[in-house]
């Protein structure tokens, strides 16, 4: 599986990402500019790739890898990558949004909901629903990362609400990570095809790999983020 899918909306969405961004930055400077091209890498690969089509038509294992990255990966490099700069008018929205109960309901129960297999199977039949779903995950886990990477120091939560934000999220991921994996297969019909053994893996373990993935190293990121707010915490310490 050599595809890459060099889909014209795909590649001009990346390209804007990274003029609006350069434009940003010119009056803040480039020095955290690397964190924030390396998402944009990253969403590219992630959607042009021949992870994409193993996605689509081969393995469910594949698809939760990608949403993984979606949702846990690439929005926190593209906000540890973000100056600090006034929203304008778009502010009054960011203090909605950006509300920890609100931000974390938006991270979580997208994840949660997309992979209700209804939902699930009908984005993989409708290509509409589809580019829905993944720009679902992105934006709900920028949304999400906000109270935690926020530009502005003044706009993170302390570290134990960091901490307890992110543990509560992570065992969320832990349960959906262990149902996927002790279900039965079939939850998604499209992946109960026989072109999927070539990759070695039969139906059962393909789920089941799937759960894996969302079970383990997607709690991994999180505790990545308690461990990282952790280091913060004790740095605020030390120099007050």
């Known amino acids: 599986m050599n595809t890459w899918d060099w889909e014209p909306s795909v590649i001009a969405g990346c390209a804007a990402l990274a003029i609006v961004y350069t434009a940003l930055v010119r009056r803040h400077g480039f020095h955290r500019a690397p964190y924030f091209f390396a998402g944009v ?4 690969l992630d959607l042009v790739s021949p992870l994409d089509a193993l996605a689509d038509q081969y393995l469910f294992s594949a698809h939760v890898l990608q949403h993984l990255l979606l949702a846990l990966v690439i929005p926190p ?4 990558g973000t100056p600090a700069f006034d929203l304008g008018r778009l502010n009054k929205l960011e203090r909605a949004i950006g509300q920890p109960p609100v ?3 938006l991270g979580v ?10 939902l699930f199977n009908t984005a ?11 720009l679902s995950f992105l934006i709900t886990g920028t949304i999400f990362w906000w109270p935690i990477l926020a530009p502005l120091e003044s706009r993170r939560l302390p570290a134990l609400s960091a901490i307890a934000y992110l543990f509560s999220a992570c065992v969320c991921c832990s349960l959906l990570g262990a149902f996927l994996t002790f279900a039965p297969a079939g939850l998604y019909p499209a992946y109960l095809n026989p072109r999927a053994r070539l990759w070695g893996l039969d139906p059962a373990s393909d789920q089941q790999l799937g759960g894996m993935l969302m079970w383990v190293p997607g709690c991994f ?3 990545a983020g308690i461990l990282w707010t952790v280091k913060r915490w004790y740095s605020q310490e030390v120099s007050a």
């Open 109 to 118: 129960g997208v994840m949660l909901a997309w992979h209700i297999p209804a």
């Open 77 to 80: 490099l593209l906000l540890l």
């Open 124 to 134: 993989l039949a409708n290509d509409g629903l589809h580019i829905v779903q993944h």
């Open 41 to 44: 890498l990253l969403l590219l």
């Open 103 to 105: 931000s974390w309901l």
């Open 221 to 223: 990121v999180y505790l």
